[in-house]
């Protein structure tokens, strides 16, 4: 080892003190030993350029590292040196090496998502992404990695049952929104589940509605309060009322209008239209 410290630093020679290295790593010294003399040559093949002989002794190390945080990093030069070497299963390999010891390592998880997509692995990508949705990240990354598994089983593996199943998830998780409603209503049309299309979209239209009444009762406020637009005020509250008969915005604004000359007739109409369809 010492003849190879000083061929290398004091020689310069490399290639002579890789040599002088990997016959200690071939040998029978001690573990120790062998991780100094590792850490050396590696350093020096990857210098020379020698990535596969520098793969193996990464590999090596990362099997004789009993340090937990310097073989997380082993691991991880490790595949990512795979990846250039386009030694795809090896790199994959080597994340989930990492993943055995700490299923929450974003590090390894982001990898492995990026690497199986790339790799069109389908299975294994939604997998990783599975893998993610149950780390510790943020509830928007875990929408997204939800949407992206439900989109992958859909279009990637033709899973549609699988597929509705997590879109379903997605609608007990994070609430019903369009996003869920247009791909759940294509997903079940193509599985012939039309009851369920008829309580999805019986739900969007009472959702909408409510939504839209509540957007045109501000439309009214605006009106009446900012524009002196009182008879336009009048009808879109009278346009929500026959939407949403009880929003309360909507029979608040009518009722102040009533006052209002301009807007007496529209109001009164428009609170004639609450109470019959109360």
């Known amino acids: 080892v010492e003849a190879g410290d000083v061929i290398a630093n004091d020689l310069g020679d490399g290639v002579a003190a890789i040599e002088l290295y990997q016959r200690v790593l ?24 020698r990535y596969e002989e520098r793969l193996a002794v990464l590999e090596g190390l990362a099997e004789a590292e009993t340090d937990p945080v310097e073989r997380r990093r082993v691991l991880g030069s490790c595949a990512r040196l795979a990846e250039r070497l386009e030694d795809w299963d090896r ?10 010891t700490d299923a929450s390592d974003l590090e390894a998880l982001d990898a492995l998502i990026e690497l199986t997509g790339r790799l069109e692995r389908w299975a294994s990508h939604v997998d990783a992404l599975r893998r993610r949705v149950q780390a510790d990240v943020p509830d928007m ?34 609430g019903e929104d369009a996003e869920t409603v247009d791909a759940l209503f294509d997903l079940l049309m193509k599985a012939g589940r039309f009851d369920e ?10 959702r909408d509605a409510a939504r839209a009444a509540e957007v045109l009762a501000r439309v ?29 915005r909507a029979q608040d604004g009518l009722k102040t209008l009533l006052d209002d000359p301009t807007a007496k007739g529209s ?12």
């Open 220 to 248: 009214g406020d605006v009106c009446r309060e900012h524009l002196g637009r009182a008879d336009e005020a009048a009808k879109a509250y009278h346009r929500a009322i026959v939407m949403e008969p009880g929003l309360s």
């Open 26 to 49: 071939n040998g029978e010294a001690l573990a120790p030993r062998k991780l100094t003399v590792g850490r050396r040559v590696e350093k020096l093949l990857d210098a020379d350029e």
């Open 141 to 174: 990354q875990r929408r997204l990695d939800l949407a992206r598994i439900a989109s992958t089983q859909a279009h990637q593996l033709e899973q549609i049952t699988d597929s509705i199943g997590t879109w379903k998830q997605i609608q007990e998780e994070f």
């Open 91 to 100: 790199a994959l390999g080597f994340w989930q090496q990492r993943l055995a």
């Open 197 to 206: 299309i008829y309580e999805l979209l019986g739900r969007a239209v009472i």
């Open 267 to 278: 109001a009164v109409n428009g609170l004639a239209k609450a109470y019959e369809l109360a």
